[in-house]
């Protein structure tokens, strides 16, 4: 097959002609976040490659409406197709108290969660979870230090005792832990590494973090919509398709660590909010997100741009 015409359509030559290329999008190569210089690199080389380009899966609208701002392509180069997942998966780890009371334990939380619902402790721990690589734009240092900011001024009336674990590995998991021992936070953060059940980990939070610099759709807070968590983020591109702010959590400027903070002391000392919250994540129908549907469109989209000559 042959680049795509005008219109989006891929065009049919004879054999041996170039393949059909199509690019998976699954963040943005320049973003605000990064520097000038990397911006306009990498936007020119988008805009270089997109002239040969046949057709951009995005796993985001953002993502796609970001590219075509930036004049890397024609909106009929775009489909948007989500990252899948085991959303089962995750569902049925909300459902099992019995696991995610020994995740909590295993955490150092000083009494298992009791949920009335979806969300919503009655123990003695608010615990505070990320799950992502622990490397720069995920920003766990950004986590960190609006953590240590909202134990600093926790009400001392407060009788909830607040923790954190960040679960997954990573270049700079060094460093993250040496800064919250500078903290004065290491008591209170437990560094798990990599994890293959990120379910359950997830499944013990009671409310999910994402501190990124940049995203394309976060795939952990699908997970906590799985999970029926709420969720705490900075408002940079992608979140908004995922974590709505006052309904399912709350989302908060990039890069403000106050802010963040105060939205992490907000929701530990509110149970009630954080029921609320994580019922609303809970009832998000997230059909999209299955692998069995990123499957179905991705195979239905190949075999339309290159259609069976037999």
């Not at 134990?151 to 923790?163: F, G, K, M, T, Y």
């Amino acid at each position: 097959a042959a680049p795509a015409a005008p219109g989006g359509r891929v065009q049919p030559t004879a054999a041996g002609a170039r393949p059909v290329i199509v690019h998976g999008l699954h963040g943005m190569s320049f973003t605000d976040t990064g520097s000038r210089a990397s911006f306009y690199l990498f936007r020119a080389l988008e805009r270089a490659a997109a002239r040969r380009t046949d057709h951009f899966v995005s796993v985001g609208y953002t993502i796609r409406d970001l590219m075509l701002a930036a004049r890397v392509g024609h909106p009929n180069q775009y489909r948007i197709i989500r990252s899948g997942m085991d959303i089962d998966r995750f569902r049925a780890a909300a459902t099992d108290a019995t696991r995610r009371t020994a995740t909590r334990r295993d955490l150092g939380c000083t009494a298992p969660v009791v949920h009335d619902g979806p969300q919503g402790s009655a123990g003695d721990t608010v615990l505070f979870v990320v799950v992502a690589r622990i490397e720069r734009r995920k920003g766990q240092h950004h986590f960190l230090q609006a953590f240590a900011r909202a134990l600093e001024s926790q009400p001392v009336s407060s009788h909830a005792e607040i923790r954190a674990a960040i679960v997954g590995e990573g270049a700079e998991r060094t460093a993250c832990e040496t800064l919250a021992r500078e903290l004065g936070i290491s008591d209170r953060v437990v560094f798990t590494g990599f994890r293959d059940n990120p379910q359950d980990y997830l499944a013990a939070a009671d409310v999910v973090c994402l501190s990124s610099e940049w995203e394309g759709v976060p795939q952990s807070l699908v997970q906590a919509a799985a999970v029926g968590r709420a969720a705490v983020a900075f408002d940079v591109p992608g979140i908004r398709e995922i974590l709505s702010d006052g309904r399912t959590g709350i989302v908060v400027p990039y890069p403000d660590i106050d802010a963040f903070a105060t939205a992490i002391q907000t929701l530990a000392a509110d149970p009630g909010l954080r029921a609320e919250y994580g019922a609303a994540a809970a009832s998000i129908n997230l059909d999209e997100f299955r692998l069995a549907t990123m499957v179905s469109q991705t195979e239905a989209l190949y075999r339309e741009l290159v259609p069976r000559t037999e």
